[in-house]
């Protein structure tokens, strides 16, 4: 399965270039037939937007994942159950789970414009 996620992955980058403005992402326990999911996988932002995270069912956090973030970036880890928002300053590619549920596969991308140079981090 991670292996279809990184493959996913990698084409949203080859073919994604416009870059939207803020963005909201709900944590959810169900959307469609997967479990345990962010509403959106993979967002694709300019250097200075907010994403916003939405607690909509419980039990759910974002942190970014060690190594998987651009140089520079501090630890960020929101507490459970609460809407956390993040603005976004330094360009790359950012990845992130749910602490409670990464082992089920809660993970996200955000792309921070369009420097793409931390992805060999990410790949790790």
Not at 37 to 62: C, E, L, M, P, R
Not at 84 to 98: D, N
Request: glycine share 8%.
């Amino acid at each position: 399965m991670r292996k279809i996620f990184y493959s996913l992955f990698i084409l949203f980058l080859s073919i994604q270039s416009a870059s939207s403005a803020d963005q909201t992402i709900e944590m959810l326990n169900k959307l469609d037939k997967e479990h345990m999911v962010y509403s959106q996988k993979i967002v694709n932002i300019s250097v200075g937007d907010t994403v916003f995270w939405k607690a909509t069912t419980k039990g759910h956090n974002v942190e970014f994942i060690k190594g998987g973030v651009p140089d520079g970036v501090e630890k960020f880890r929101s507490k459970i159950n609460k809407d956390v928002e993040y603005k976004f300053v330094i360009p790359g590619i950012y990845a992130y789970w749910c602490t409670p549920h990464k082992g089920m596969g809660m993970i996200g991308f955000v792309v921070v414009g369009q420097d793409k140079s931390n992805i060999e981090a990410i790949k790790k």
